[in-house]
């Protein structure tokens, strides 16, 4: 299970979900590298943009959400 809305629209753990004690400078930092370098975390960026656009995207982030 996800708690992240970018997560849950793509309904995978593409970036980290940084809650309580893993939320530190260092992760914030590490995960802030991770998505200006690293391919695959460019894609899920990609990915995600994707999902969002156009219309009805509230709707159905709105049905991902309350479904889970």
Request: glycine content about 4%.
């Amino acid at each position: 299970p996800f708690i992240g809305l970018p997560n849950l629209i793509l309904n995978k753990l593409a970036f980290p979900e940084l809650i309580q004690d893993n939320l530190t400078a260092e992760k914030i930092l590490e995960s802030y590298h991770k998505l200006s370098f690293d391919q695959q975390k460019k894609e899920s960026l990609t990915q995600l943009k994707s999902a969002i656009k156009g219309e009805g995207f509230s709707k159905a982030a709105s049905y991902i959400i309350s479904s889970k």
